[in-house]
């Protein structure tokens, strides 16, 4: 992990952020913010920069006819980052005060700080970012996209993809104290002003814990029954672990990731609900005891249905991991088939937008096997065009106002 250690304010830390994702590839998550910063410095430091790359291809619209030439990419993100202020209502004085200051610090920076200066005082008043088009997903994602769902499908996710999105949760079934939401018809509860969640009722108590609605529709799928010993391989961060084990399972949760697993262990102590937990790689591990009645797996992916929560990736990938990834995926689920028991159930889903990670799949899986059959999802609630002409379920972001974008299909064995 890569540390930020530029001058200890929000600007200069979302700055440096910026720096190491577009300029080194770092992941948001993989950006160590400096010890310096203010628990509130951090968070805003943490959510500027997550907003300009949510927003990026706006901003650089509103740069371009002001600028001759692209300056250094230091020196672009400081401008990106005082566009993006500027269009949250900051100040202008600030804003460009402040960034002419950022520019002044670096070394290689110090010498365009009038350059900083021209360009955010030509800035035009009233900048509105939500009127410009939505940007687009980069081309080797949105080809295959269009290809799948239609050019307007495509637009209406990226519009959402542009958009900060609402936190959801998943209650315990014996839930006391929930924070006020939509209850969505999944069950799912959609926070529109979260504030801080470890200050929301009922989380001390463990009456619920954060999940997206989209990820929780793969255990709703699932139709756990209580005392049905249940596998949740690649497990980690751990939600549908909580809802297997909240559903009266036997559950025992597979990861590769020890430090991953920590938070698993964290929340199954906050909720007071239990799960066998194992660190091993799913594809050498081998179950000590009998053969499991339900299989869920969670397979490793291209978490290309996630931009909305994680607007780095378009800037991190390029689709060169993607073969590998469907190759890891094919034998993650062969290996899961050969632990269900004779008429059990495997629900294979991946957060990914990419049919080759998903219906493709799926189809693979049924040549591979003979006998395999696809269970139909039998959820009132859930609308029949969500439902692939094969049996699965393609959760898109734009759906019920913004979820994340997932594939699902229950498998049984014969």
Known sequence: MKAVTENVTARSAAVGVLNAVLG????????????????????????????????LDRIDRVLKPLLRKAPPLAVLN????????????????????????????GKRTTHLSGLVNAVLRALPEGVDLAALPAPQMPRWLRQPMVHAYGREA??????????VPAVDITPKAAAVAVPEGERLPSGSIRLATPGQITQLPGYDAGDWWVQDAAAAIAVRLMAVQPGETVLDVCAAPGGKTLQLADAGAAVTALDIS??????????????????QLVVADALHWTPPDAQFDAILLDAPCSATGTLRRHPDLPFIKDGSELAG???????????????????????????????????DQLAAALLRHPGLAVVPPALPWLPPEWVTPQGGVRLRPDYWGGMDGFFIATLTAP
């Open 24 to 55: 080194e590839g770092e992941m948001l998550s993989q950006v160590v913010l400096p010890d310096g910063l203010s628990g509130p410095d951090r968070a805003r430091a943490e959510r500027l920069a997550t907003q300009v790359l949510r927003q």
């Open 78 to 105: 400081i401008l990106r980052l005082a566009v993006y202020e500027r269009a949250e209502g900051a100040a202008a004085h600030g804003v460009v005060n402040e960034a002419v200051s950022l520019a002044r610090r």
């Open 154 to 163: 495509v637009s209406a996710i990226e519009a959402v993809q542009a958009q």
């Open 258 to 275: 020890a430090p991953r697993m920590v938070r698993v262990e964290e929340n199954l102590t906050r909720t007071g609900l239990t799960a």
């Open 325 to 359: 990834l469907v190759e890891l995926q094919a034998a993650l689920l062969d290996r899961a088939l050969g632990w269900l028991k004779p008429g059990g159930r495997l629900v294979y889903c991946t957060c990914s937008l990419l049919p080759a990670e998903g219906e």
